[in-house]
């Protein structure tokens, strides 16, 4: 019931800034979406005692994570690229700075790239979002159906794979990362992928050809999926059942984008191929 009274309030809200005519209100609403999984990632890194005692370091993370997002909505992408060395550096800086006096450097290494996987991991990827609310084209309104497509085939194989899983499933998929996953319920994910990328040719998007539009779905789902056992992994690693309590019914913000992460990028790289 939580998970669909969550659905009912965050759906119209998510679309209204979708289709608005300024991108700006969907952009600050992914942002704050990526930023709190970002946050909720670092603490889950406090959860298996990763890192402590880096507070500056995780500042500029978060700082270095508004600027990615700033490079993709202002169409610069070059600066990504300058923005993460620059926070590769100071990462290690403060490793130096903290360890100064130090005999045992054992945990430098892991403390330093759990704060870059981070912004790597949640900012970079989940960037594309905001980079495809943002792509020009002459077809009409492109970028607010590329994210209608893109949020339905996710949504629509996440709640395909949940029922079919719960209702028909016998085989654990990978049991020791993600007991909870069965081979059932992954079929069931794609085949409601590829049904979500068909409602949208046929109601709104006529310009996703059926021979793209399948493929897309298809490949979407296994990233889906991928990105999914990904994140059950690393909360597996520091022993945590959800990333985050602020969406009842599905956990943290991380919870929800670990099907997305995947996909921005392949959604952003496909318009890019054939849609521009």
Not at 216 to 228: C, F, P, Q, S
Not at 235 to 247: E, H, N, S
Request: hydrophobic share 55%; aromatic share 12%; charged share 10%.
């Amino acid at each position: 019931m939580a998970r669909l009274l969550t659905a009912i309030v965050f759906l119209p809200i998510l679309f209204a800034t979708l289709w608005a005519d300024s991108p700006v209100w969907f952009v600050a609403l992914a942002a704050l979406g990526i930023l709190l999984g970002l946050n909720e990632y670092y603490s889950l890194v406090n959860h298996g005692g990763q890192i402590t005692g880096q507070t500056f370091c995780r500042v500029f993370c978060m700082l270095a994570a508004a600027a990615v997002l700033a490079a993709f909505y202002f169409k610069q992408h070059d600066l990504i690229v300058i923005i993460i060395a620059t926070l590769l550096i100071v990462v290690l800086l403060v490793q130096i700075i903290d360890n100064a006096n130090n005999d045992d450097f054992s945990h430098v290494l892991p403390a330093a790239a759990v704060e870059v996987f981070g912004v790597l991991y949640v900012v970079v990827l989940g960037g594309y979002i905001i980079a495809l609310r943002v792509v020009e084209s002459s077809i009409p309104h492109l970028p607010a159906k590329l994210l209608t497509l893109f949020f339905i085939i996710v949504f629509a194989g996440d709640t395909a794979a949940y029922y079919t899983g719960r209702s028909l499933g016998r085989n654990k998929l990978a049991p020791r990362i993600s007991p909870g996953k069965t081979v059932e319920g992954a079929i069931g994910g794609l085949i409601g992928n590829v049904i979500a990328a068909l409602i949208a040719h046929y109601s709104f998007f006529p310009e996703l050809k059926i021979a793209y539009a399948i493929p897309l779905a298809l490949a979407m789902g296994v990233l889906g999926i991928t990105g999914d056992l990904c994140e059950s992994m690393l909360k597996r690693g520091v022993k945590a059942k959800d990333a985050g309590k602020l969406i009842p019914g599905h956990g943290g913000f991380l919870d929800r984008l670990d099907s997305m992460l995947f996909n921005a990028p392949l959604l952003y790289y496909f318009y890019l191929g054939l849609m521009k």
